[in-house]
């Protein structure tokens, strides 16, 4: 199992956090957000990770170097476009690492327990499995989930109240042809006149229409996304919470 990891953007909504920092090096709890996901990947197993960089690429690649625990190799790969498309372009790049290897698909704004991870690993094996969430109610920002039972059936932030069954964590498990099909919807999508325009998950909505798109609910663990400066206290929160991770990490002794 490899990992991918999107971190090419700046976060210009922490503004003026992320003036000179990406989004993904923002401290929380004493850590980078990016050490917490690659300790977390680590702790369950995953020491092949991929991270595609973009503003201030060369700040995460230093960085890399002193946050790599022991046996996993971290490559980078850099998103010239980061500026001018959305994340379908990071995921473009990496199309080709999806098509080779079972692979996990991070968000680089999402923190997480290892609970989580391992509970999206365990999920019974799909093409594509896509991580989400329940709460009471749901924000325009949110990344809600239409369900027929367990497979997606939209995905999207402007979905019918009446048909939001959940929202999207920024987690994605690809396993046996789901990375090919993947890659084959961001081409298709980057032909389009829009294309630079759209998110991945745009992608993940069109094969959900196809019924190959499963998802796995993580309800019960810890969890958040950093988009806003508000966000951040809420995951020093939320890290300082669990105790999970710091056992994994010991016990892997990174």
């Known amino acids: 199992m490899k990992a991918i990891i999107l971190c090419a953007g700046q976060g210009r909504r922490l503004l003026p956090l992320t003036e000179r920092l990406p989004k993904c090096l923002l401290p929380v709890a004493g850590r980078s957000i990016l050490e917490w996901q690659i300790r977390g990947l680590a702790a369950v197993g995953i020491h092949d990770i991929t991270l595609v960089t973009g503003f201030e690429a060369d700040a995460v690649e230093h960085l890399v170097h002193s946050i790599t625990p022991a046996h996993t190799m971290i490559r980078t790969v850099f998103n010239p476009f980061f500026s001018v498309a959305e994340n379908i372009g990071s995921c473009f790049l990496v199309r080709d690492l999806l098509q080779t290897a079972e692979t996990v698909l991070l968000n680089g704004d999402t923190l997480f327990e290892t609970a989580v991870l391992r509970h999206v690993l365990a999920a019974p094996e799909h093409p594509i499995t896509v991580a989400i969430d329940r709460k009471p109610t749901y924000?325009?920002?949110?990344?809600?989930?239409?369900?027929?039972?367990?497979?997606?059936?939209?995905?999207?932030?402007?979905?019918?109240?009446?048909?939001?069954?959940?929202?999207?964590?920024?987690?994605?498990?690809?396993?046996?042809?789901?990375?090919?099909?993947?890659?084959?919807?961001?081409?298709?999508?980057?032909?389009?006149?829009?294309?630079?325009?759209?998110?991945?998950?745009?992608?993940?909505?069109?094969?959900?229409?196809?019924?190959?798109?499963?998802?796995?609910?993580?309800?019960?663990?810890?969890?958040?996304?950093?988009?806003?400066?508000?966000?951040?206290?809420?995951?020093?929160?939320?890290?300082?919470?669990?105790?999970?991770?710091?056992?994994?990490?010991?016990?892997?002794?990174?």
């Not at 979905?159 to 084959?184: Q, T, Y």
């Not at 032909?191 to 998950?201: A, E, M, S, V």
């Open 139 to 254: 924000d325009a920002d949110d990344m809600k989930v239409s369900l027929d039972g367990t497979r997606l059936t939209a995905i999207g932030k402007t979905l019918p109240v009446g048909s939001i069954h959940g929202e999207s964590i920024g987690m994605l498990k690809f396993r046996r042809d789901g990375g090919e099909m993947f890659a084959a919807g961001l081409e298709a999508a980057l032909r389009q006149p829009d294309g630079l325009g759209r998110w991945y998950l745009s992608v993940i909505h069109a094969l959900a229409q196809t019924g190959v798109v499963e998802t796995r609910s993580i309800e019960g663990h810890a969890w958040g996304e950093i988009d806003y400066a508000a966000d951040l206290a809420s995951a020093e929160l939320l890290v300082r919470a669990w105790s999970e991770p710091a056992v994994a990490v010991v016990a892997e002794g990174i």
